[in-house]
């Protein structure tokens, strides 16, 4: 078991974590991360049986099957939606937009991107519509995008929250379906512009109706919405929030239910890596099984320092520990080769 691996807690109820390897058409197996959030489980990635092939590279005369694992890193991808018309609490906003870089610099393994709305223009008038997204979400290029959050400047009137989830959800919705994606909206106020495309009209309370409807589709399209606004915010903002937090899936389970500067982090935490895979069967001989990763033979290793052992007395899975279990991690994609020897 190897620890020290930064988890994105938000995922595990979507079933993608934070590095989770996913399987391809030719096998079966994922590497899972621990944790939850609310009341979404944890859980150690486990692959649920394995095709059978030839024995082609086995080291055993007879063979009495192989097992197959095959896979590769898919990342999770996240939208920022930056409200760019905060009013009041400047000092309340600064910290989260802090905390919010923060997060996003630290966290490399996540596909970041990145929207800010609402343009210059009269309060709800079309041109207060971004016609696309400030940064597009990339591969590996955090730095990019938390640059972008920390310098992008206050402006604009109205508070057009439904069409801007709308945009988003467009978006990511053009990529390809594999990986987790969400939309992360960073506010401090209640939607203030009722509609979810132009015209929009300054309708303050069909407003949160329709940015809580606009929610509920991103999440019927397999988006999920975190919310984010500053501890501070305001009591008849923070309750519109929250609704927005709830209806996306990712409420934090107290008052208020969106993440604040000092939660925001909490979504991100340390947890336990589990090399580990189930097996289709009990092997014939327990003690005559060859895995190999990569084509490269994993060594059995019983005190579990670097190799590969059954991690409990069922004999029903094996997991792979120390430099092997890094090369897994390392490994896009990877395959998995279990040989086992006949009676």
């Known amino acids: 078991m190897r620890s020290g691996v930064i988890a994105l807690l938000v995922l595990a109820p979507l079933g993608c974590k934070r590095a989770s390897l996913q399987p391809d058409a030719g096998g079966v197996g994922t590497l899972g991360r621990d944790g939850g959030i609310g009341t979404g489980t944890g859980g150690a990635g486990a692959g649920d049986g394995g095709a059978v092939g030839d024995a082609a590279g086995s080291p055993f005369d007879a063979t009495c099957g192989v097992m197959s694992l095959g896979g590769g890193y898919v990342a999770p991808q996240i939208l920022v939606l930056l409200d760019r ?14 905390t919010l870089g923060d997060v996003i610099t630290t966290n490399s393994h996540i596909d970041w991107g ?35 959050v920390l310098s992008a400047t206050t402006g604009g009137d109205g508070m057009p929250t439904a069409a801007a989830i709308s945009a988003g959800t467009g978006y990511l919705r053009n990529f390809s379906p594999e990986p987790s994606k969400f939309l992360l909206l960073a506010t401090n106020r209640a939607p203030t512009c009722a509609g979810t495309a132009a015209p929009l009209s300054a309708d303050f309370t069909q407003a949160p109706v329709d940015a809580v409807a606009a929610v509920r589709a991103a999440a019927a399209a397999g988006i999920g919405t975190i919310v984010v606004a500053p501890s501070t915010t305001a009591a008849g903002d923070a309750d519109a929030l929250s609704d927005l937090a709830i209806a996306g899936g990712y409420g934090t389970g107290r008052d208020p239910r ?6 925001l982090p909490g979504l991100f935490q340390t947890t336990d890596v589990n090399c580990s895979f189930a097996l289709s069967s009990v092997p014939p001989v327990a003690d005559s099984v060859a895995v190999t990763l990569n084509g490269a033979p994993v060594p059995h290793d019983p005190v579990r320092a670097d190799g590969w052992d059954y991690p409990d007395p069922s004999i029903t899975r094996i997991e792979l520990y120390g430099t092997w279990c890094d090369r ?9 080769q279990i040989y086992f020897a006949c009676p």
């Open 258 to 263: 969106f993440y604040t500067e000092t939660t």
């Open 85 to 98: 018309s905060v009013s009041q609490d400047r000092e309340g906003w600064a910290k989260v937009v802090r």
């Open 114 to 148: 990145l929207y800010t709305f609402p343009s210059p223009g009269a309060a709800c008038s079309p041109a207060t519509l971004p016609p696309g997204v400030t940064l597009p979400v990339t591969l590996g290029d955090p730095m990019k995008v938390a640059a972008g």
């Open 328 to 336: 897994l991690l390392a490994s896009n994609p990877y395959q998995i």
